[in-house]
């Protein structure tokens, strides 16, 4: 009876492991030791106010994926050539602890090549991104630190309300059909509260948020 448990029980965490990222959007990374608000470096960080969902096609998860994605919303990869600051990390409750953020995207003003740079003259909005896939909370979903910036002769600082307006408007660019790259994608847009405290406590520049952070899920047509 015992050797029979132990097999089922066996059975069962196999088949577990087998359909991991299957029917998981994301995991709250406040439930294991995480945190919504990243960190920049100064005891502050940014907020984690947009995800884009474990239940997106899988392709879009990858980190080409995403830079494709990325791009089909207005995004580029960052101008090579001016510096922003280091590198921040998140604790995304996943067993991985505080890890580098994979990529930062900025917003690219339609002229390809130098539209990053234009970027990072004129300001714009960028996002970090940080993937959950640790095997304590492997949902692969992406978590998104995206803020609006004020122009470089500002010191690139966020612009006021910088957080909200720049999850606003990647959401705005992403929701219904774009395509970059011959990859066409479908975004439906879900918000979600409970995850991400409302106010400015801990949060970098002490810039207030609403507390809303958006699910994307992507799905590629
Ligand atoms: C994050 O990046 C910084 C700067 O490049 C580096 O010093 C640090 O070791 C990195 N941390 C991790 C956890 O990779
Ligand atoms: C998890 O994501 C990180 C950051 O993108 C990546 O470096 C790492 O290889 C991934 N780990 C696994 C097991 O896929
Ligand atoms: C999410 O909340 C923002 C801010 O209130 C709002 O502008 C947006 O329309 C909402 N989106 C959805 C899908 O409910
Ligand atoms: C943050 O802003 C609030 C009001 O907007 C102000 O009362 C508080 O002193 C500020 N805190 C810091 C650390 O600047």
């Known amino acids: ?50 995800i884009v969902s474990g239940l997106s096609t899988p392709d879009v998860l990858t980190d080409d994926g995403i830079v494709n994605y990325a791009r089909a919303i207005g995004f580029s990869e960052e101008c090579f050539d001016i510096h922003l600051g280091g590198p921040q990390s998140a604790n995304l409750g996943d067993g991985n602890s505080w890890v580098n953020q994979t990529y930062e995207l900025r917003q690219d003003y339609d002229s390809s090549s130098i539209g990053t740079c234009l970027e990072s003259l004129i300001g714009g909005n960028h996002f970090r991104v940080y ?8 949902s692969g979903a992406l978590f ?19 957080y909200n307006i720049g999850r606003n408007d990647l959401v705005s660019n992403a929701v219904g059909q774009t ?43």
């Open 144 to 162: 998104l630190a995206v803020s609006k910036e004020e122009d470089v002769s500002d010191g690139h600082d966020i612009v006021p309300d910088g």
């Open 1 to 50: 009876m015992y050797v029979l448990a132990s097999v089922l029980s066996f059975a069962i965490q196999l088949s577990a492991a087998i359909i991991k990222r299957q029917g998981v959007a994301y995991y709250d990374p406040n439930a294991n030791g995480g945190s919504m608000l990243d960190n920049a470096g100064d005891g502050l960080g940014e907020p984690l106010n947009v």
């Open 179 to 221: 395509s970059f790259g011959g990859v066409s994608y479908t975004t439906t847009a879900q918000n979600v509260t409970g995850l991400l405290a409302p106010g400015a406590v801990g949060v970098n520049h002490n810039i207030s948020v609403d507390g809303i952070v958006t699910v994307l899920t992507v799905t590629i047509n």
């Open 131 to 138: 993937r959950q896939n640790g095997t304590q909370a492997d």
